[in-house]
C-alpha cells in the first residue's frame, strides 16, 4: 500500500515563529488531507490538498502531486497552535476505498 | 447536528465481553470510514461504507470486528469476545463521495479492555 512520511516528529518553537512541517508519499494520490489533533484527540481538517496551494489565515499548505510531497506552512504560531498534525493520503490505484492513510504525525509544541 | 458523532465517547469492559460503537454521519454523506487509533499503530483504516455496503472487509483486524450500515446513515462497529489489544480510540468520518472526497471525522470512542 501507499506510505506515508512526516518530518520532522517532534517540533518545539517559540511563540511567533514559523515552520514547516513536510509530508512525503510514495505514490499518486486522489486526496491530501492535512488535519490537526487537538488535546481531546479531535482531528480537524486543515486543507484538502491533493494538489496546489491553499491558505487559510496563518496557515496554508502547497502540495507537488507529481512530485510525491506536500508541506503545511504555519505563521507567527500561537500556544494554541500545539498538537499533533497529521498528513493523510487516499492512492488513486484503490479508487476510494482504502481509507486514508495516515502518516505518524508532527508533534509541535508552540512555548510562550 | 452538523458533524459527526459518536457513542459512547467512552466504554470500559472487561475481556471477552462484546461492545458496540456507533456514528452517526453527516446528513447526506453516502461514504462511511472507520478508523482505529492506538499507541503502538498510529491511525490505522478499518472499513468504508458507500451506501449500505461494504466492498471490502480485509481491513478489519479479525474476525471477531464486524461492522454495518443501515439506511445508508448509522453505522455500528461491533466488537466480539474483546481482548486487551482491542484498547484503542475509534474513530468515524463520513464524506459527501464526489470528485471532492473530504473526509470529516467524529471524536471518537475511547475503549479500554481492562
Known amino acids: 500500500g501507499i506510505q506515508v512520511e512526516q518530518s520532522p516528529p517532534d517540533l518545539i518553537l517559540q511563540e511567533g515563529a514559523n515552520s514547516t512541517l513536510r509530508c512525503n508519499f510514495s505514490?499518486?494520490?486522489?486526496?491530501l488531507q492535512w488535519f490537526h489533533q487537538n488535546p481531546w484527540g479531535q482531528l480537524i481538517n486543515l486543507f484538502y490538498?491533493?494538489?496546489g496551494t491553499k491558505q487559510n489565515g496563518r496557515l496554508s499548505a502547497t502540495t507537488v502531486a507529481t512530485e510525491r510531497y506536500s508541506l503545511l506552512y504555519i505563521s507567527s504560531s500561537q500556544t494554541t497552535d500545539s498538537g499533533v498534525y497529521f498528513c493523510?493520503?487516499?492512492?488513486?490505484?484503490?479508487?476510494?476505498?482504502?481509507?486514508?492513510?495516515f502518516g505518524k504525525g508532527t508533534h509541535l509544541i508552540i512555548q510562550p | 447536528g452538523a458533524g459527526v458523532s459518536q457513542s459512547p465517547s467512552n466504554k470500559v469492559t472487561e475481556k471477552g465481553k462484546d461492545v458496540e460503537l456507533r456514528c452517526d454521519p453527516i446528513?447526506?454523506?453516502?461514504?462511511l470510514y472507520w478508523y482505529r487509533q492506538s499507541l503502538g499503530q498510529g491511525l490505522e483504516f478499518l472499513i468504508y461504507?458507500?451506501?449500505?455496503?461494504?466492498?471490502?472487509k480485509s481491513g478489519l483486524p479479525s474476525d471477531r470486528f464486524s461492522a454495518e450500515r443501515t439506511g445508508g446513515s448509522v453505522s455500528t462497529l461491533t466488537i466480539q469476545r474483546t481482548q486487551q489489544e482491542d484498547s484503542a480510540v475509534y474513530l468515524c468520518?463520513?464524506?459527501?463521495?464526489?470528485?471532492?472526497?473530504?473526509?470529516?471525522f467524529g471524536p471518537g470512542t475511547r475503549l479500554t479492555v481492562l
Open positions: 468520518a463520513s464524506s459527501s463521495w464526489s470528485s471532492y472526497n473530504e473526509q470529516f
Open positions: 505514490d499518486s494520490v486522489n486526496n
Open positions: 490538498i491533493p494538489s
Open positions: 493523510a493520503v487516499e492512492g488513486s490505484a484503490g479508487g476510494g476505498a482504502d481509507g486514508l492513510t
Open positions: 446528513s447526506g454523506h453516502t461514504a
Open positions: 461504507f458507500q451506501g449500505n455496503s461494504a466492498p471490502d
